[in-house]
């Protein structure tokens, strides 16, 4: 895409007058002004955060409910319930059968799905506008009324531990990547799985399920958000009819508040699985938690290395030195924690302590060495009109608001996350790579063909 190419496309999304963003470059002339998204915020009696965004012309609403509740937050030996719970969510409630839930959205041309990650469980509904009551109250009756029987944990428990035997065990390098979390924290819950292991599954209970819903699914633990086209005072009244009658327990919500110790030295690990194409390297650094202010210029330097063909890594392991066939740099910032990741698979005969010096050194060279103004300006220029691509749908829209919740405890957040992007420099890049990276202990893992052990499961598994 060419700089005017992406100017136009920057004003469509923003409605600044194409002159304004002249210059060649977007943000070497002057930062996209974003107007601030509007959010109406109420928080009911029985403690229900509530917010709201009208959107209104596109004759659809994104309706979401956000549980605080994640991998991280699994009883000790049943890991997997968060996810677990996902899948239990849509077997039916008091007034619902299972799977009814899909029949209110899909029959009407809408779609609904969830997700489950470290911090979070969340399930959303897109759907025309006539039909938001009916998702309004659909969400409250599963919250408040849960279906929890026998046969339903036994097929949704099932129907999780395929999902691990899917995404991990015949994945050619799904072993690598769920021995990441095991491998950066030692003493928080994040090294945990959030999809669980089939031996804590196998182990866990119909009472230790309802005891866990007890706990978490509560409307003081739950944020509704709503975005799109709907009345506002309507959306109000019924709020309060479906979710105020939810009572809230008197109980407090537990929550995990463990520290994760600084490193003070290096490691190495070996990782091995039964069918390895190619092996592969992967070095870990710790990194800041969600809401630390380094995270956007470390999501610039992930751009910078790992998006796209033109990218650093990219351009250097796997076209020039041809040592790769991949190789990224991910920046991964959880609510209490976070870390930092840099692979290669390799391409022929490399092996990992072949791959890991020329990895290393391109994390060094970002690090230390010019960064052309047209390179820096690219890769935010994708990630800002990436991010403005995505909030012209009423999902992406409730799915932001949702994120600055959970990683920043601010839905405002959403207001400043795009003007942060655009502020970020090639000086601010370059110290946080000096900050977090070079010269900072480290984990390696080495990942070859062998006999493994039954790996741990991925951090974050998406949608049922």
């Not at 709201?52 to 509740?69: E, P």
């Not at 990547?177 to 999809?195: D, E, G, K, L």
């Not at 230790?208 to 633990?221: G, W």
């Amino acid at each position: 895409m060419s700089c005017l190419d992406r100017r136009q496309l920057l004003a469509s999304l923003t409605g600044a007058p194409l002159a304004s963003l002249a210059g060649g470059s977007v943000f070497a002339a002057a930062p996209v002004a974003v107007p601030p998204l509007p959010l109406r915020q109420r928080r009911l009696a029985n403690g229900l955060q509530v917010i709201s965004l009208r959107a209104g012309g596109v004759g659809t609403v994104a309706i979401n409910v956000w549980y605080r509740v994640g991998g991280k937050d699994d009883p000790e030996g049943r890991s997997g319930f968060a996810h677990l719970f996902e899948h239990l969510m849509f077997k039916g409630s008091a007034h619902m059968l299972p799977e009814q839930f899909d029949r209110l959205t899909e029959d009407v041309g809408g779609e609904n799905n969830a997700f489950t990650a470290e911090d979070v469980t969340a399930y959303h509904a897109v759907v025309p506008s006539h039909h938001l009551e009916r998702i309004l109250w659909a969400e409250a009756d599963r919250l408040a009324s849960l279906r929890l029987d026998e046969g339903n944990f036994r097929s949704e428990r099932a129907v999780v531990q395929e999902e691990f035997r899917q995404r991990v065990l015949a994945e050619p390098y799904g072993r690598l990547f769920n021995a990441i979390p095991a491998a950066t924290y030692q003493r928080h819950p994040y090294r945990r799985s959030v999809i669980g292991s089939i031996e804590d599954l196998d182990a866990a209970t119909l009472d230790d399920v309802r005891r866990f819903h007890a706990t978490y699914y509560r409307p003081d633990n739950a944020v509704l958000i709503v975005a799109g086209d709907f009345d506002p005072a309507q959306l109000d009244a019924w709020v309060d009819r479906y979710f105020a009658p939810i009572p809230r327990p008197d109980t407090p919500v537990p929550r995990v508040d463990v520290a994760e110790p600084a490193w003070r030295s290096s490691r190495r690990i070996a990782v091995t699985g039964p069918s390895v194409p190619l092996p592969a390297v992967v070095a870990i650094w710790q990194g800041p938690k969600a809401g630390h202010p380094d995270v956007a210029a470390l999501s610039v330097a992930q751009a910078l290395l790992s998006s796209g063909e033109s990218s650093r890594l990219n351009q250097s392991l796997v076209y020039r030195q041809r040592i790769a066939q991949a190789a990224a740099f991910q920046a991964d910032p959880h609510t209490d924690a976070g870390a930092l990741f840099a692979y290669a698979i390799a391409a022929g005969r490399s092996t990992p302590q072949q791959l890991l010096p020329p990895l290393l050194a391109e994390l060094r060279r970002l690090a230390q060495g010019p960064i052309p103004a047209a390179e820096l300006d690219k890769v935010k220029t994708q990630m800002l009109t990436a991010s403005l691509g995505a909030r012209q749908s009423a999902q992406g829209l409730a799915e932001a608001i949702g994120w600055a919740v959970i990683h920043r405890n601010d839905p405002e957040a959403i207001n400043r996350e795009l003007a942060e992007l655009q502020a970020v420099g090639a000086a601010d890049v370059q110290r946080v790579l000096r900050q977090y990276v070079l010269g900072r202990p480290s984990t390696v893992l080495h990942y070859t063909q062998g006999r493994s052990a039954r790996p741990r499961t991925p951090t974050r598994q998406e949608s049922r």
